[in-house]
């Protein structure tokens, strides 16, 4: 690591001497393209747009739209080919989820294929390491989908397997689906339903993606508490789940045996995401920094970012520091460049801010930058 840090200050320090063409070549390196989903609602936003970000100074270019595509909430990846998926959020029956081809150097997506997502309102889209399977909630229709993907191309197929929260159990609450997250080791895929107050999980079936029904099927979260996202903690044994409804944040053990996977609380007490109990507020997003120690969460209504120091020995979260997210409603947050900056879409203020953090404190600091792009629902770093 510290050898690394010297290597790209020797390497930053020689970018005067270069001759131009050289050094245009080296600072270009400096860069990463990032992409925004937004809400194409107001008729505002029209798709996924793409900026580029310095890793030296934090700075974002001006966002320009790269496709037109109808309310792409969640982006995901393929692992190996240049393919981007996007959920197309909206709540009618024939919402889809979208394949696009990417071009590496220019940025450019080009629509591969569409299908329906097998629910109203997704809002999550994962893709299994293998490159064989993508998931997919829909948080309307209650139900959690998996697709092949084609060997050649990665087009979006047939679907595989199908998960309705609201044929699982009999509740007067209809099941709202809300990510489709993948274990570490990509064994399992883990899917928060907000609507009942559980925590699902399907069993990867090897190298093809498909799934079939864990053992046991669900586990309840507290009543009225609205599972939303999870983030596993790098020792694979914690996984951190944040609550929409009542602005919390659980752990839990994970533990795989068998074949089959399962999770404990074991009576820990949850932590408040906001300040002020009673606080008209929609937790959001929750990340675990890389080093395992320290948690990150978003509020929509406070407003702010959180960070939390995690207990070595039990996982425990400890409240470190509250900050102003910059704008209105950061629905969404990701890491880049070794988490040493944070980016914050800030879906109702039309801005993504930049934050600046220390590997040693996990403090933040900023916003040192911020750029205009309107309903921003999520970020991607390429």
């Known amino acids: 690591m510290l050898e690394n840090l010297y290597s790209r200050r020797r390497f930053l320090a020689a970018l005067p001497a ?31 747009y793409q900026a580029m970000f310095n890793t030296v100074t ?35 029956a024939s919402a889809t989820v979208t394949a696009f081809s990417m071009n590496r150097v220019s940025g450019a997506l080009k629509q591969i294929n569409q299908v329906n997502s097998l629910g109203q309102g997704p809002c999550f889209v994962s893709v299994h390491p293998h490159g064989n399977e993508a998931y997919v909630a829909n948080y309307f229709g209650g139900t959690m ?29 209809a099941a709202h689906f809300h990510c489709t997250t993948l274990s570490p080791g990509a064994r399992f895929v883990i899917t928060c339903d907000l609507g009942r107050d559980h925590i699902h999980v399907q069993r990867v079936t090897g190298a093809s993606g ?54 404990n609380n074991y ?8 300040e002020t109990k009673g606080t008209k507020n929609a937790a959001a997003e929750v990340a675990v920094s890389p080093d395992g120690r ?12 959180v960070v939390f120091t995690v207990n070595p020995a039990n996982g425990t979260l400890k409240l470190l520091q509250r900050i102003a997210g910059g704008g209105k409603t950061p629905r969404h947050f990701t890491f880049a460049t070794g988490a040493r900056w944070l980016l914050v879409g800030n879906q109702d203020s039309a801005s993504v801010t930049v934050f600046k953090r220390d590997a040693k404190t996990g403090m933040l600091t900023g916003p040192v930058h911020s750029t205009s792009i309107d309903s921003v629902m999520y970020t991607l770093v390429v």
């Open 18 to 48: 270069l001759p131009a063409g050289a050094r245009a070549l080296a600072q270009a390196q400096l860069k990463r393209r990032v992409y925004f989903g937004t809400d194409t609602v107001k008729d505002i936003s029209k798709g996924i």
């Open 58 to 92: 934090g700075e974002l270019s001006i966002p320009k739209l790269v496709v037109q595509t109808l309310r792409p909430s969640f982006l995901a990846l393929h692992p190996v080919k240049n393919v981007l998926y996007a959920v197309n959020a909206i709540n009618v």
């Open 145 to 173: 989908a998996a697709f092949d993907l084609g060997a050649k191309d990665g087009r979006l197929g047939k679907a595989s397997f199908l998960a309705n929260g609201n044929m699982i159990t009999e509740e007067k609450m």
């Open 210 to 263: 498909h799934l079939v029904r864990n053992q046991p099927k669900l586990w309840n979260t507290r009543a009225g508490s609205g599972p939303r996202h999870v983030a596993f903690h790098p020792n694979r044994r914690w996984f951190y789940c944040i609550h929409e409804l009542d602005s919390t944040i659980d752990i839990f053990d994970w533990s795989e045996s068998g074949g089959w996977a399962t999770i």
């Open 267 to 274: 009576g820990r007490n949850p932590v408040s995401t906001i």
């Open 294 to 305: 320290f948690v990150y969460a978003s509020n929509r209504g406070e407003d702010t970012l």
